[in-house]
Structure formats: structure tokens, C-alpha cells
């Protein structure tokens, strides 16, 4: 017979696109903004680095080769995401053992103290190579927090949304990563307003990191208040030995090896575009001539608002018709629309604020189910360790990796092949949304 927290765990796990069996105490408001608030942080903090990247390359990376400097700083943004599974599990393991609250706390700590470090990092005039070495290695840092603090919130959404409300309240959660992003455009806006390009490579730059720290005390203080998720009290409450439980956890990741691999390819897609769509568009409008990196930066604004709307929208929708046919809608319409939404943006038919809304418009249902859609596969003893490695792998090795590759492409006079990339990431992560398997059920 299944124990307590087995039971709980198979009757969680209902498959994307069905009714959900079960769902969090209460309406699970104020556990909402816990996670939606350090989405905010999470992605504030991550991203500043990427905008901020073409103006401290020059000041961080030693040497007299500007495009060598820029693509040393975007590979410490790769960087941080390829160490990112290692924290899925070190802090993901801690978040199955000690709590989802625990594991959000701990996240959130050292993100926020990365950041702090990162504001007052000597410069290679000062300390030499150093300086790009201890950047990288405080980056690293930042990406093992962050590979446990998305699974964790995910897995910590999905316990305690009200059950017909699950993937608005994921669409809503994963907002907060998009609000960290308008936060940020709107943050590097006004430093290239007030100080200009000069300033802001001239030092300015650090006040982006200090905002970044501070964002994360305060994130600290609203999770604080949070409870932790009733699912998975009820999951630790088993008397079962520790031997016991080990021997289960390896037989659950046994039986959820193939929704590992379809999170991993589904994710590829998902991730490619958003980085595409957010993180390098103003460099890529910058680089086909369309607009300058400020103009570029600040066109970004209501793009991201609209994403918002439009994710809540989306969440609404597959809370009403089924998860599973949202995402594939949405990864289907990227594989289409992605190469002629950009080459008629490059031919000037489209303007750049058109076609990153349209970009993000279709990128919208995936990444605001994804939370959910994805958690809910795997069991409460596992759940934030077996969706976290998959999840976190693929963003390191194709979100994370994309600006760089993206700009090595634009500087071998390849630039045109990028909406191509991100095309094909989701024509094969539309093919990974078949590979999905219904959990057991007891």
C-alpha cells in the first residue's frame, strides 16, 4: 500500500491539460506574492547583467578588443546558467527535504548577497585578470542559488493555488520574471538617461547591481510572512524510515525518467525564444542597424507590460481548455511565426516594437504555464529535483548560452540565422510536448 505522502504526491500529479486532484489550502494569495515577488527579484538581478554587459565589459575584461571584452562578459552570463542544474539539485534536494519556504529563503539570500559583490568588484585596471575571474566565480554563485529558487517556486505555486485556478496563479507568479525585466529596461533607461553611455560605462553600471541587492532584502522580508505548502507538509508527516524513503525516491525517479527528458526539450524552445525576445532584442535591433542600444532598451518597456496581460490571459485560457493544447498553440506558433516576424522587422516592415510584441505575444502561453505544467508531472517527494534538472540544464546550456552565440553569429556576419535558431529550438520542443507521460496514479 502507498504510504500518506505517496498517495498525496500521485494524487497531485495529475497530467497537464486534466483536472487537478487536490490544490493548496485557503485562496493561496499571500504564498502568490512570495513567489511572484522574487520572480521579480530573480529576474532583475540575472538580467541587469545581460543589459548592463556592453557597458562594464570595457572596465571587468582585460585587453584591447572591444568585441573579445563583450563576449568575455556574455560568457559569465553563460557561465552562471551552466552551473545553474548543480544548484537544482543541491537546493531542489533541500527543498523536497526541509520545505519549499526553506529553499525559496536560501535562494533569495544568496542571490541578493551576489549581487552586492558584483557592485563593488575591482575593475582589470585595478586587480588585472582578477577581476573577470572573481566576476565569473560570483556569477557562479548566483546561478547554483538560482537553479533551486524556479523549481522551488514552481513546485511551491503548484501546491498551493486553488485548484482551478493553478495556471492562472502560474501565469501570474511567472510575471514576476517579466515585471524583473521592465524593472531592469526601466533601471538601465534611466541610468543611460541621466548619466548617458559614457557614465554608465564609466561606473554607472554598479548602481544597477546595488538596486539588484536591495531587491532581494526586500524579497527576504515579504517570504518571510508565507507559509509553507500544506502538500508538502502532509508528504513529511510519513513515518517511513529514512531508508525507506530513499529506496522511493529512487523508484520515483525511475518512473519519471521520460517526463525528464520531455521537460529538457520542451524547456529548449521556451527558453531560446525568451532570451531572444528579451534579454538580446535591443542588442539585435542595435546590431541591424534599427535603433541605438538606449533607444533599443527603452522600446522594451511595453512589449514586456504586454507579455504580462497577455500571460494572465493565456493562464485563464488553460485553466478553462487544457494546459497541454496552450503550450502547444504557443510553441507552434513561435516554430511559424519567429523567421518571417523578423526578417520583415529587418526589411523595415514591421517596426521594433511590433515585432517584439508579436514575438512575445506567441511565446506568451508557454512561458506562463510552464511553472505549473511542468511540476505537476512528478511527485511532491521529488517535485522541485526532477522538474529543476531537466528545467535548469536546458536553459543553461540554450538560454543562457544564447547571447553569446547570437552575437558571435552577428559578428561572423551571420545575423540572419538567428530567427532561424530560435525557430527550430521550438519546432523541437513542440515535437517533446508528445513525449509527455501520465503519472501513475494509485
Not at 524556479?150 to 485556478?165: D, H, M, Q
Amino acid at each position: 500500500m502507498a504510504d500518506v505522502g505517496s498517495v498525496s504526491a500521485q494524487a497531485s500529479a495529475a497530467p497537464p491539460g486534466t483536472k487537478e486532484a487536490g490544490g493548496g489550502g485557503g485562496n493561496g494569495r499571500r504564498e502568490l506574492l512570495a513567489a511572484t515577488v522574487g520572480g521579480v527579484v530573480e529576474s532583475f538581478d540575472w538580467t541587469i547583467y545581460a543589459v548592463l554587459a556592453p557597458y562594464f565589459a570595457s572596465e571587468m575584461f582585460p585587453g584591447d578588443d572591444p568585441v573579445a571584452k563583450l563576449l568575455g562578459a556574455y560568457l559569465g552570463f553563460a557561465v552562471g546558467f551552466l552551473v545553474r542544474p548543480f544548484g537544482s539539485y543541491v537546493i531542489g534536494r533541500i527543498s523536497d527535504r526541509r520545505g519549499r519556504r526553506f529553499g525559496l529563503m536560501l535562494s533569495m539570500g544568496l542571490i541578493s548577497a551576489a549581487s552586492f559583490l558584483l557592485a563593488a568588484l575591482p575593475t582589470a585596471g585595478q586587480i588585472g585578470v582578477l577581476a573577470p575571474v572573481l566576476l565569473v566565480a560570483i556569477r557562479m554563485v548566483q546561478g547554483l542559488s538560482m537553479g533551486g529558487e524556479n523549481p522551488s517556486v514552481a513546485a511551491y505555486v503548484t501546491e498551493t493555488a486553488p485548484k482551478r485556478l493553478r495556471f492562472l496563479y502560474s501565469g501570474i507568479s511567472y510575471s514576476g520574471i517579466i515585471l524583473g525585466n521592465i524593472l531592469c529596461f526601466g533601471a538601465l533607461t534611466v541610468m543611460l538617461t541621466v548619466l548617458g553611455e559614457d557614465g554608465v560605462a564609466d561606473g554607472g553600471w554598479r548602481i544597477g547591481f546595488v538596486v539588484a541587492g536591495l531587491m532581494g532584502l526586500l524579497s527576504l522580508w515579504v517570504r518571510r510572512t508565507a507559509q509553507e505548502s500544506e502538500e508538502f507538509t502532509a508528504g513529511s508527516e510519513d513515518s517511513t524510515s529514512a531508508a525507506a524513503a530513499a529506496a522511493e525516491r529512487r523508484s520515483l525517479f525511475r518512473a519519471s525518467a521520460r517526463n525528464m527528458v520531455a521537460v529538457f526539450l520542451t524547456t529548449l524552445g521556451i527558453t531560446v525564444s525568451y532570451y531572444f525576445g528579451t534579454t538580446y532584442m535591443p542588442q539585435y535591433a542595435e546590431r541591424l542597424g534599427l535603433s541605438s542600444g538606449a533607444e533599443g532598451t527603452a522600446a522594451m518597456l511595453v512589449p514586456l507590460a504586454l507579455l504580462i496581460v497577455a500571460m494572465a490571459a493565456f493562464g485563464v485560457l488553460a485553466d478553462r481548455v487544457g494546459s497541454t493544447r496552450t503550450v502547444r498553440t504557443g510553441l507552434g506558433l513561435l516554430a511559424v511565426c519567429t523567421v518571417p516576424v523578423f526578417q520583415a522587422m529587418e526589411a523595415g516592415v514591421l517596426p521594433v516594437w511590433l515585432a517584439t510584441i508579436l514575438h512575445l505575444f506567441c511565446l506568451a502561453a508557454p512561458l506562463a504555464l510552464f511553472n505549473v505544467f511542468f511540476a505537476r508531472l512528478f511527485p511532491v517527494q521529488i517535485r522541485v529535483v526532477a522538474m529543476g534538472l531537466p528545467f535548469t540544464a536546458a536553459v543553461g546550456l540554450f538560454g543562457g548560452t544564447f547571447p553569446m552565440v547570437a552575437e558571435a553569429l552577428a559578428g561572423a556576419g551571420h545575423i540572419a540565422l538567428v530567427p532561424w535558431l530560435a525557430a527550430a529550438a521550438c519546432v523541437v520542443s513542440f515535437g517533446a510536448t508528445f513525449l509527455i507521460r501520465r503519472p501513475a496514479q494509485s
